[in-house]
C-alpha cells in the first residue's frame, strides 16, 4: 500500500502538490524552503514488539542470495525508468536506495515480521508486511519466509521494496513489474523479460567500488563477525556494521 492510504488510518495530513513539470524545480524548491518535509523522508519504519526473532544473524547465505537478487534488479532498473517516462523524474530513488541494498545495505531477517510505520505528529500504524524499508536507517526489514521461497513471497516483496525503487505519483504501477522481475532471480533472465517485453536498451555502470563492496558483502554478511567474537574477547563488543558506511567506502 501506498505510504498516503498506511497513514490515513493513523491521524490526518496533508499533501502538497508539486505541480507541472516546468515548474515543479521551483515548487518544490519553495516547499523546502518552508520546511514542508517529504512524505518519503520523513517515516521511520520499525520491527514491532509483535514480531518474532530476529535471525539476521543466522541467515548466511540465504540471505546473500536475496543481495544477489536486489543487485540484478538494480542493474536493470534504468530500462525500467525509461519505459515508464510518464513517471516524474524527481521521483526515482533506486541508486541510491535499492542498488546498496545489494552491496554494503543493511537488510534485518525477522520471523513473523511486523512492521509499525511512524510518521511524526500523525502516528503510527502496525501490521504484518513481507518486507518494508526504513528510510531512516537505511535498512530493509524482510520475513523470514522471503529467504525460504522468494517467488513465492515476490508480490510483498515488490510492494516493500517500492519505496527503494521510486516514490511519487503512479508508484502503485510499479508493484506488478518488479514482481515479474524479482521472479526472474539473475540480471540475465531480468534482462531477457525486458527484452520481450520490448523495453528500452539501457545500463547501469558498475565501478570498481561497486564490484569491492559486493565482495566485502559476500564475505560479511556471512556472519563471520560473529566467529571473531566468540573467539576473540576483546572484539565482543565491537561494532561490525561500520563498513556500511559510506564515508569509509571512499576512505577504502
Known amino acids: 500500500p501506498t505510504l498516503e492510504a498506511l497513514f490515513s488510518k493513523a491521524g490526518t495530513f496533508y499533501l502538497v502538490e508539486t505541480g507541472p513539470a516546468d515548474e515543479r524545480e521551483e515548487v518544490i524548491a519553495f516547499y523546502d524552503a518552508m520546511k514542508i518535509r517529504r512524505l518519503r523522508d520523513s517515516y521511520t519504519a520499525e520491527v514491532d514488539s509483535k514480531s518474532g526473532r530476529d535471525i539476521t544473524n543466522l541467515s548466511g547465505g540465504r540471505l546473500q542470495g536475496l543481495k544477489s537478487v536486489l543487485h540484478a534488479l538494480a542493474m536493470v532498473m534504468p530500462r525500467v525508468e525509461k519505459q515508464r517516462d510518464h513517471l516524474g523524474p524527481d521521483g526515482w530513488v533506486y541508486r541510491k536506495r535499492l542498488k546498496p541494498l545489494g552491496e554494503a545495505g543493511a537488510i534485518r531477517v525477522i520471523r513473523n515480521l511486523q512492521v509499525r510505520m511512524n510518521l511524526e505528529g500523525v502516528g503510527s500504524v502496525s501490521d504484518a508486511m513481507t518486507a518494508r524499508f526504513d528510510p531512516q536507517e537505511k535498512t530493509l526489514l524482510i520475513e523470514e519466509a522471503v529467504l525460504d521461497d522468494p517467488r513465492d513471497h515476490s508480490w510483498g516483496l515488490a510492494e516493500g521494496l517500492i519505496p527503494c525503487i521510486f516514490e511519487g505519483s503512479g ?54 563477525y560473529e566467529n571473531l567474537r566468540s573467539h576473540f574477547e576483546s572484539l565482543k563488543d565491537c561494532d561490525f556494521n561500520k563498513w556500511r558506511d559510506d564515508a569509509l567506502h571512499k576512505k577504502i
Do not use: C, T, W
Open 171 to 224: 508508484e502503485d504501477s510499479l508493484v506488478e513489474i518488479v514482481e515479474l522481475l524479482l521472479g526472474r532471480s539473475n540480471m540475465r533472465e531480468m534482462n531477457s523479460y525486458l527484452d520481450r517485453r520490448h523495453f528500452p536498451m539501457m545500463e547501469m555502470k558498475e565501478s570498481a567500488g561497486d564490484q569491492r563492496l559486493m565482495r566485502l558483502a559476500e564475505v560479511l554478511n556471512y556472519g563471520s
